[in-house]
């Protein structure tokens, strides 16, 4: 049967001509964002980069917020305001972030940020409406979008949100890889094997005791994290362009906090003071602070790793990590340790965009700190990254590590670092004796001090028994309490 259905037309819809203060502009018929916006495009073609999904959702949030605050106190026209809030939830939902085309390198403050955020969303509200995008006679970008508003505290405001939102979920993440490390922990606590430092022979450890000390390390990152997230909660909105709340209604501030705190269920609070919280954004540069200082100890965790694994045969080789891929293009059989290595280059990139914060975060002058652009992309970021990649270490770098036991053994047993339990039976003096010897004749300490007659045949077997050296007497005590 021959199909009767007519072909389907692409519908091109013409430019309209949209004015601003500078003049007029063509701006594609089919978009929601407007001449603001348009601009912002042409005069920032920097990164490519678009604002962070959690960034648009918080605006978005905020943007809903404030016209439910303002039709509250009378304000907002309630056929406005409702058409707004429809727009904003749809944006919050993942609709029309395509819309959202300024790139993260942009004029200060944000304000092309915001502009965006306004043209959208009354242009999704002059739809609903029943009206065509452009007519911003029934929904005005500033008069209505922006009510009681600047972006000087919507813009922090919503990085505040989005920053704890984002966070929340990296602290589930690091919850998910301190689990992992304790359950390797215990996996691996009675694996005996020599302790290094320096790079050097040190007094038997437990591959246990390793993996577990990376777990605290871990453990205490998620909690310097959640102190610092702590500064994120007090917001400045409704201090308006310096602080002073100029156009907004008295109850604005009381009334668009309680909104936010209803729809993020947030413990949000008003900042003490409306015009520091314009001026600072220390907060920022605390949390990212955090940030950086779990990326450093996940540098070291993710080194170690690198280091057990070294080998197979030519390296320490005391533990196997997963392989995940082929590691080279030209060695075959070649299985390198890539999700340490990929760890290590999101947490170098969380260290430059640390800087970077820190940097923008002093750059601020007199009621405004016009950087927070930057520091918007950067923190986000980070955050980003670092939750996704402690994922990937738990599930594909860490979970399916197997310990070589017999060759951790070995080294312990041939490892200098043992001659330290000697010093309480010999004397430190000539326990280093017996160290040179065993390192200038590559003998094993135990056959030294067994052909000397230092300590008879059962105390060497007692006092030099790796295991014991490694589960005491601090873990012993640990035990007992």
């Given at each position: 049967?021959?199909?009767?259905?007519?072909?389907?037309?692409?519908?091109?819809?013409?430019?309209?001509?949209?004015?601003?203060?500078?003049?007029?502009?063509?701006?594609?018929?089919?978009?929601?964002?407007?001449?603001?916006?348009?601009?912002?495009?042409?005069?920032?073609?920097?990164?490519?980069?678009?604002?962070?999904?959690?960034?648009?959702?918080?605006?978005?949030?905020?943007?809903?917020?404030?016209?439910?605050?303002?039709?509250?106190?009378?304000?907002?026209?309630?056929?406005?305001?409702?058409?707004?809030?429809?727009?904003?939830?749809?944006?919050?939902?993942?609709?029309?972030?395509?819309?959202?085309?300024?790139?993260?390198?942009?004029?200060?403050?944000?304000?092309?940020?915001?502009?965006?955020?306004?043209?959208?969303?009354?242009?999704?509200?002059?739809?609903?409406?029943?009206?065509?995008k452009g007519d911003y006679r029934l929904v005005h970008p500033n008069d209505h979008?922006?009510?009681?508003?600047?972006?000087?505290?919507?813009?922090?405001?919503?990085?505040?949100?989005?920053?704890?939102?984002?966070?929340?979920?990296?602290?589930?993440?690091?919850?998910?890889?301190?689990?992992?490390?304790?359950?390797?922990?215990?996996?691996?606590?009675?694996?005996?094997?020599?302790?290094?430092?320096?790079?050097?022979?040190?007094?038997?450890?437990?591959?246990?005791?390793?993996?577990?000390?990376?777990?605290?390390?871990?453990?205490?990152?998620?909690?310097?994290?959640?102190?610092?997230?702590?500064?994120?909660?007090?917001?400045?909105?409704?201090?308006?362009?310096a602080g002073t709340g100029l156009n907004a209604h008295p109850l604005y501030r009381?009334?668009?906090?309680?909104?936010?705190?209803?729809?993020?269920?947030?413990?949000?609070?008003?900042?003490?003071?409306?015009?520091?919280?314009?001026?600072?954004?220390?907060?920022?540069?605390?949390?990212?602070?955090?940030?950086?200082?779990?990326?450093?100890?996940?540098?070291?965790?993710?080194?170690?790793?690198?280091?057990?694994?070294?080998?197979?045969?030519?390296?320490?080789?005391?533990?196997?990590?997963?392989?995940?891929?082929?590691?080279?293009?030209?060695?075959?059989?070649?299985?390198?340790?890539?999700?340490?290595?990929?760890?290590?280059?999101?947490?170098?990139?969380?260290?430059?965009?640390?800087?970077?914060?820190?940097?923008?975060?002093?750059?601020?002058?007199?009621?405004?700190?016009?950087?927070?652009?930057?520091?918007?992309?950067?923190?986000?970021?980070?955050?980003?990254?670092?939750?996704?990649?402690?994922?990937?270490?738990?599930?594909?770098?860490?979970?399916?590590?197997?310990?070589?036991?017999?060759?951790?053994?070995?080294?312990?047993?041939?490892?200098?670092?043992?001659?330290?339990?000697?010093t309480p039976y010999i004397g430190y003096e000539r326990a280093a004796e017996v160290?040179?010897?065993?390192?200038?004749?590559?003998?094993?300490?135990?056959?030294?001090?067994?052909?000397?007659?230092?300590?008879?045949?059962?105390?060497?077997?007692?006092?030099?028994?790796?295991?014991?050296?490694?589960?005491?007497?601090?873990?012993?005590?640990?035990?007992?309490?």
């Amino acid at each position: 049967m021959k199909d009767t259905k007519a072909p389907s037309v692409a519908i091109t819809i013409g430019p309209r001509i949209e004015r601003d203060s500078l003049g007029e502009k063509e701006v594609p018929g089919e978009a929601y964002y407007g001449i603001q916006s348009l601009r912002a495009m042409e005069n920032f073609p920097i990164s490519g980069l678009k604002p962070h999904p959690g960034f648009i959702w918080a605006t978005a949030l905020v943007k809903r917020a404030a016209a439910e605050a303002n039709m509250s106190v009378g304000l907002l026209n309630a056929k406005i305001g409702a058409a707004i809030v429809k727009a904003a939830q749809e944006v919050m939902e993942g609709q029309w972030r395509d819309q959202f085309v300024v790139d993260v390198f942009q004029a200060g403050a944000g304000t092309s940020h915001n502009m965006n955020a306004n043209e959208v969303l009354a242009n999704r509200a002059i739809e609903i409406l029943g009206g065509k995008k452009g007519d911003y006679r029934l929904v005005h970008p500033n008069d209505h979008g922006n009510m009681a508003q600047s972006t000087n505290d919507v813009f922090p405001t919503a990085l505040r949100i989005a920053g704890l939102s984002l966070l929340e979920r990296l602290l589930v993440s690091l919850g998910k890889l301190e689990q992992t490390l304790v359950t390797k922990g215990l996996e691996f606590k009675d694996v005996i094997k020599s302790g290094r430092t320096h790079l050097q022979d040190a007094v038997p450890v437990s591959l246990g005791q390793e993996f577990q000390a990376y777990s605290v390390s871990v453990r205490k990152g998620a909690s310097r994290i959640q102190e610092a997230a702590q500064g994120l909660l007090s917001l400045g909105i409704g201090a308006t362009a310096a602080g002073t709340g100029l156009n907004a209604h008295p109850l604005y501030r009381t009334r668009v906090l309680e909104r936010l705190r209803a729809l993020t269920g947030l413990e949000l609070v008003a900042a003490s003071d409306p015009m520091e919280a314009t001026q600072s954004m220390a907060d920022f540069a605390h949390v990212s602070s955090a940030l950086k200082s779990l990326a450093l100890e996940l540098i070291r965790i993710a080194n170690d790793l690198r280091l057990l694994s070294s080998g197979p045969r030519t390296g320490l080789a005391e533990i196997d990590l997963p392989a995940v891929q082929p590691g080279s293009s030209m060695m075959p059989g070649k299985v390198n340790p890539v999700m340490a290595e990929v760890t290590d280059m999101v947490c170098f990139q969380v260290i430059g965009n640390d800087l970077a914060i820190a940097m923008a975060v002093q750059a601020g002058q007199l009621e405004l700190n016009v950087m927070m652009p930057v520091i918007a992309h950067n923190l986000l970021q980070s955050i980003e990254i670092l939750k996704n990649v402690v994922v990937v270490l738990a599930d594909r770098g860490i979970r399916g590590i197997t310990a070589n036991v017999e060759h951790c053994r070995e080294l312990a047993e041939k490892s200098l670092g043992i001659a330290t339990a000697l010093t309480p039976y010999i004397g430190y003096e000539r326990a280093a004796e017996v160290a040179r010897e065993a390192r200038d004749t590559g003998r094993t300490v135990r056959e030294i001090v067994l052909e000397s007659g230092l300590l008879s045949g059962n105390d060497l077997e007692r006092v030099l028994d790796p295991a014991r050296m490694a589960l005491s007497p601090l873990n012993e005590e640990a035990k007992s309490g």
